[in-house]
């Protein structure tokens, strides 16, 4: 069974720290991405990846950096934690000349402070 | 640029009825892709169909089907006979076929809520 797998399903951490969201998926994708869900406005991109060490900015990547040392595993960055940054945030990965079927991890709930 | 608008933020219903969940698109490209997924409680998003552009035959899979209408840029949802659990968020995307990586853009999710 294809498996995304996220870390945490729920962090809480304060203003200012240092916010690791980790994502390995099994199913030697090459596309990985990281999309946040708030209330209203839906999935939004903050970043993706199309091979390891590439990573390209999606529609909101202010605040986030993101790793992938391994085809494997996508990593989210926030480098200083800021509330507005509380949110559902979801990985996904997909074939890379597929026509574009994401698979989803659980999601993981961070709550800044 | 391109948008999704599902109008409709929640949709309540009573077990048995038929629901329709609306999805207007907008793009510049001739050549696209429509999605539905469905998000239960649990989080995690599951996809429900694919749509080419040029593919406008409406789908039904069980008790799901689907009407895409170019004229109106729509990809409407329909869950017939509704069950609990059906009771999700259901997101529809869109993606340009000219976009190599796969990106998609959502719309912001309509909750439905089957009660029994």
């Known amino acids: 069974d294809v498996k995304v797998t996220q870390s945490s399903r729920y962090l809480v951490k304060r203003t200012g720290e240092k916010v690791f969201l980790e994502c390995v998926q099994d199913?030697?994708?090459?596309?990985m991405f990281w999309y946040r869900q708030d209330p209203g406005l839906g999935l939004r991109l903050i970043y993706f990846s199309y091979d390891v060490k590439m990573k390209e900015k999606g529609d909101i990547p202010e605040g986030y950096s993101v790793s992938r040392e391994k085809k494997e595993r996508f990593s989210l960055i926030l480098e200083s934690a800021s509330t507005n940054q509380t949110s559902m945030y979801l990985c996904?990965?997909?074939?890379?000349?597929?026509?574009?079927?994401?698979?989803f991890g659980e999601g993981s709930r961070l709550t800044v402070l | 640029a391109q948008k999704v608008t599902q109008a409709q933020t929640e949709i309540s219903v009573v077990e048995k009825e038929d629901v329709t969940l609306d999805c207007v698109y907008e793009?510049?490209?001739?050549?696209?892709?429509l999605f539905w997924y469905k998000q239960p409680p649990s989080g995690e998003l599951v996809f429900l169909i694919r749509r080419n552009s040029f593919d406008e035959q409406n789908e039904i899979s069980g008790r799901y089907s689907w009407n895409f209408q170019k004229s109106t840029s729509s990809f409407n949802f329909t869950i017939t006979a509704s069950q609990v659990v059906d009771s999700a968020v259901y997101f529809c995307a869109l993606r340009s076929a000219t976009d190599s990586w796969g990106k998609l853009q959502f719309g912001a999710g309509t909750q439905v809520v089957v009660t029994p």
């Open positions: 996904a990965s997909s074939f890379g000349l597929d026509t574009g079927e994401l698979f």
């Open positions: 199913m030697d994708h090459e596309n």
């Open positions: 793009t510049r490209d001739t050549t696209y892709y």
